[in-house]
């Protein structure tokens, strides 16, 4: 199906948009209130209409062009329950999901794409949020599925599961599958990375790449009111310390020559978080390190949206083709 267009909303640094465009969407408008993020989607696609500022300010008014799209897809801050967050912070992830489900009311897209934590598809702390999300989409004529991906089962190599939320015209819902795993075999973070461990000529690469015969742990991006880029609490820095890496920072560039090559760990770049997150090397982070690396860790995985985009695709497509059996003409 060509000719298929989106608004995406918390855009990031693109990873969601990225994919969808691989998948056969062009996109509208593409927002988010991070100067840094809007810099890095014009960095790789000076031609996207990038709009930085706050979703909780957007008028859809003010941007007719969003109207009447094929999907509108976001990747809101992820939710947290309020055992686990400040009460401020949990409001206003809250807020920008609401307004981000709110968006529907005045775009119609055809279908909704909303990626957050895996919590949110069933766990009973955000039950109240499913039930905002039902009344609002379910009242517009949306059809909802909720489930969990795990990107490593899409080629990327990492362990990083997402709740996912699919909601469609109802002429469309019966018609959606949620993606199927795309790879039998999951990719180490030794294959993903031995050739960029090897680019400066480490001679201890291929011993290095031989025993990181794991996934990646969920890479974090951390809170930008928190200190310098590292890969995540106390937990996760010791499953990457198995796997022969140093987990407490990032390092400017992949070891050259002069690294002993019985080095006991070694440190990542934000480039190779990136790889570690299913970007492909052409794609380009703007800002400092630290800010790059948040950028990356927040990201919603490339080859995730992708899957998701075709799948999503193949429902408006089969549901374009005339009314179904079942189709009661509601929308």
Same mark, same amino acid.
């Given at each position: 199906?060509?000719?298929?267009?989106?608004?995406?909303?918390?855009?990031?640094?693109?990873?969601?948009?990225?994919?969808?465009?691989?998948?056969?969407?062009?996109?509208?408008?593409?927002?988010?209130?991070?100067?840094?993020?809007?810099?890095?989607?014009?960095?790789?696609?000076?031609?996207?209409?990038?709009?930085?500022?706050?979703?909780?300010?957007?008028?859809?008014?003010?941007?007719?062009?969003?109207?009447?799209?094929?999907?509108?897809?976001?990747?809101?801050?992820?939710?947290?329950?309020?055992?686990?967050?400040?009460?401020? +912070?949990?409001?206003?992830? *809250?807020? $920008?999901?609401? =307004?981000?489900? &709110?968006?529907?009311? /005045?775009?119609?897209?055809?279908?909704?794409?909303?990626?957050?934590?895996?919590?949110?598809?069933?766990?009973?702390?955000?039950?109240?949020?499913?039930?905002?999300?039902?009344?609002?989409?379910?009242?517009?004529?949306?059809?909802?599925?909720?489930?969990?991906?795990?990107?490593?089962?899409?080629?990327?190599?990492?362990?990083?599961?997402?709740?996912?939320?699919?909601?469609?015209?109802?002429?469309?819902?019966?018609?959606?599958?949620?993606?199927?795993?795309?790879?039998?075999?999951?990719?180490?973070?030794?294959?993903?990375?031995?050739?960029?461990?090897?680019?400066?000529?480490?001679?201890?690469? +291929?011993?290095?790449?031989? *025993?990181? $015969?794991?996934? =990646?742990?969920? &890479?974090?991006?951390? /809170?930008?009111?928190?200190?310098?880029?590292?890969?995540?609490?106390?937990?996760?820095?010791?499953?990457?310390?198995?796997?022969?890496?140093?987990?407490?920072?990032?390092?400017?560039?992949?070891?050259?020559?002069?690294?002993?090559?019985?080095?006991?760990?070694?440190?990542?770049?934000?480039?190779?978080?990136?790889?570690?997150?299913?970007?492909?090397?052409?794609?380009?982070?703007?800002?400092?390190?630290?800010?790059?690396?948040?950028?990356?860790?927040?990201?919603?995985?490339?080859?995730?949206?992708?899957?998701?985009?075709?799948?999503?695709?193949?429902?408006?497509?089969?549901?374009?083709?005339?009314?179904?059996?079942?189709?009661?003409? $509601?929308?």
């Amino acid at each position: 199906m060509s000719g298929l267009r989106f608004v995406d909303v918390c855009a990031g640094a693109g990873g969601l948009a990225s994919g969808l465009e691989q998948a056969g969407f062009d996109p509208v408008l593409l927002l988010d209130n991070k100067a840094v993020a809007c810099e890095t989607l014009r960095l790789n696609r000076p031609s996207w209409n990038v709009l930085e500022m706050d979703l909780l300010d957007f008028v859809p008014d003010e941007h007719p062009k969003t109207y009447d799209v094929d999907l509108l897809s976001a990747g809101p801050p992820r939710v947290r329950s309020s055992a686990t967050a400040a009460r401020t +912070e949990t409001e206003r992830e *809250q807020r $920008l999901l609401e =307004a981000a489900i &709110l968006l529907t009311h /005045s775009i119609q897209p055809r279908a909704l794409l909303v990626e957050n934590v895996p919590g949110l598809v069933s766990a009973p702390e955000f039950e109240s949020l499913r039930s905002f999300i039902r009344e609002e989409l379910e009242h517009l004529g949306y059809r909802l599925r909720w489930f969990v991906l795990n990107a490593a089962d899409f080629g990327v190599p990492q362990d990083r599961k997402q709740g996912v939320l699919v909601a469609l015209k109802e002429r469309y819902s019966d018609l959606f599958r949620p993606p199927l795993p795309t790879v039998e075999k999951h990719m180490s973070v030794g294959e993903a990375l031995h050739r960029s461990m090897a680019a400066r000529g480490w001679l201890g690469a +291929e011993a290095w790449a031989s *025993q990181a $015969l794991s996934v =990646a742990p969920t &890479l974090v991006g951390g /809170s930008d009111n928190r200190g310098g880029a590292d890969l995540g609490p106390t937990g996760t820095k010791k499953a990457w310390a198995r796997m022969g890496v140093n987990g407490g920072a990032l390092a400017d560039e992949v070891p050259g020559p002069d690294l002993d090559i019985s080095s006991a760990l070694i440190k990542l770049t934000d480039a190779q978080a990136a790889l570690l997150q299913g970007f492909p090397p052409e794609w380009r982070f703007a800002g400092r390190k630290t800010a790059r690396y948040r950028q990356i860790g927040h990201a919603s995985p490339p080859p995730v949206g992708a899957a998701l985009g075709r799948a999503v695709s193949a429902a408006l497509e089969a549901g374009s083709r005339g009314p179904q059996p079942g189709y009661t003409g $509601l929308s």
